[in-house]
């Protein structure tokens, strides 16, 4: 009777359970060779003895399979996405140049590039420091056309760097395409990176190749005013810690020759847009306080529409440095408005009682003779407030 119920049994199909009949190998690691198709997919041989057996705990590898060599899986690209490595590279170089106050950004290549939709072959690289106004610290490479693997080789200069911004400074590199009609909206960017810049060495150049993203908008603040047809994002930082005014170049000299001060307004740096076009049109206002007259006050000329100026121009204050000493000599940003009240940018107070860069700046420039003394200042907000 056991033989018999053996006999029926081998005569019988094994019953497949549906889980059992789905299931595919989904182990991570290389793609191994499958020995018998049918152990997969019994129901293609209904004819054929039991084709879902139980596995060997120590199979005998066959001669073929072991001299085949195995495919090694390719390692995942970085990034987020698939995306990531689609967009293409971009190389370039970055040099914080502590002695002079500069971060130098060098646009080599770009590689790999997804072509857009429009079909443009004009590409360009658009530099911006986060946080910080777009405008104030954008800076842009000249357009390479007619190729996907552009060649720029040419440096971007933001002038006024410290050490201070370099903690807490991003750089932002966009590889843009130019359009080719002038009245055409502005395309998105091809990609996108970010550099956070606290990584950098003072004095030392240090060369990248990154993959391009896709560009990253932030939400608008609810405390800005958003005008009619603005778009409720925008491509700054949310993460603002406090509102920039921009920063001046100035330098300092007390000529014993002519006894008196020489005040040098060489440059200023990601001033604040004032007007409705995102720049503005600034010039310098310099004041001896508590001096009166004409002599005590001066300004500079103004520059049209921009946002980082040079001027480069020089004026005298008569006076012994003991006077002078006891002084405090007032300098202010202001936007020129034709017609309208000028709108005040920011200033900076240079005193014996002032306080860290300001006041060192002061005293060093009394005590030492005949010697240029130039340093950047961040400008404040608030407008001065004079007492008699």
Known sequence: MAGTAAAA???????????EHMAIDVSPGPIRPIHL??????????????????????????????????????????GDSDDSTALGTLEFTLLFDEDNSALH????????????????????VKANLLPGASKASQLRTRTVRGTWGPVWEETLTYHGFTRQDAGHKTLRLCVCEEPRLRRRRQAPPLGELRVPLRKLVPNRARSFDVCLEKRR???????LDTARGMSLYEEVEAEVAEEERGRILLSLCYSSQRGGLLVGVLRCAHLAPMDANGYSDPFVRLFLH???????????????????????????????REELA???????VWDYDLGTANDFIGGVQ???????????????????????????HALDSVPFQLSA
């Open 326 to 332: 006891q002084k405090t000599l007032l300098v202010s």
């Open 105 to 124: 950004c060098t646009a080599h290549r770009a590689k790999g590039l997804k072509p857009p939709a429009s079909g443009s072959v004009d590409t360009y």
């Open 37 to 78: 198709i049918s152990d997969y997919f019994p129901h293609f041989y209904p004819f054929s003895e039991p084709s879902l057996r139980t596995p060997d705990p120590h199979p005998a590898v066959a001669p073929t399979i072991s001299s085949a060599p195995q495919l090694q899986p390719d390692p995942e690209p970085e």
């Open 217 to 223: 908008l932030t939400k608008r603040p609810k405390s």
């Open 350 to 376: 240079l005193s014996s009682r002032a306080s860290g860069e300001r006041q060192r700046h002061w005293c060093e420039c009394l005590t030492h003779s005949d010697c240029r003394l130039e340093l950047w």
């Open 290 to 320: 508590p001096n009166v007259g004409k002599k005590s006050k001066y300004k500079t000329s103004v520059r049209k529409k921009t946002l980082n100026p040079e001027f480069n121009e020089e004026f005298f204050y008569a006076g012994l």
């Open 9 to 19: 049994s081998r005569r019988q199909p094994q019953r497949v359970s549906m889980q």
